[in-house]
Nanobody, 119 residues
Framework: QGQLVESGGDLAQAGGSLRLSCVASGMKWIFSTNAMAWYRQAPGKARESVVTILSGGSTNYADSVKGRFTISRDNAKNSVYLQMNSLKPEDSAIYYC???????????WGQGTQVTVSS
């Protein structure tokens, strides 16, 4: 199984922007052939899917982030990104990337990256 390393989380003000990155270890063909997603988990809540990007580039956003967040991937770098604009306090959470659906046979969950949005 490969590893995932997320980065880019920070403290931001409402209305601000952040860009998250996720790098996957392992063979490129494994990354490039899998749908990848960003998930988030706020304190006391279950982890939820935020957005998915298929291997071909099609995307599917949760209604709560549609129009504000943009996912992209670079298969040559085994990386997936999340551009977050117009941040809201309710976006505060630990953000993780993984395949969609997640599979321990592909990647272990990473440590995530903390996003905190102040009002």
């Amino acid at each position: 199984q490969g590893q995932l390393v997320e980065s880019g989380g920070d403290l931001a003000q409402a209305g601000g922007s952040l860009r998250l990155s996720c790098v996957a270890s392992g063979m490129k063909w494994i990354f490039s052939t899998n749908a990848m997603a960003w998930y988030r988990q706020a304190p006391g809540k279950a982890r939820e899917s935020v957005v998915t990007i298929l291997s071909g580039g099609s995307t599917n956003y949760a209604d709560s982030v549609k129009g504000r967040f943009t996912i992209s991937r670079d298969n040559a770098k085994n990386s997936v990104y999340l551009q977050m604009n117009s941040l809201k306090p309710e976006d505060s959470a630990i953000y993780y990337c993984n395949t969609d659906p997640p599979s321990l046979n592909v990647y272990h969950w990473g440590q995530g990256t903390q996003v905190t949005v102040s009002s």
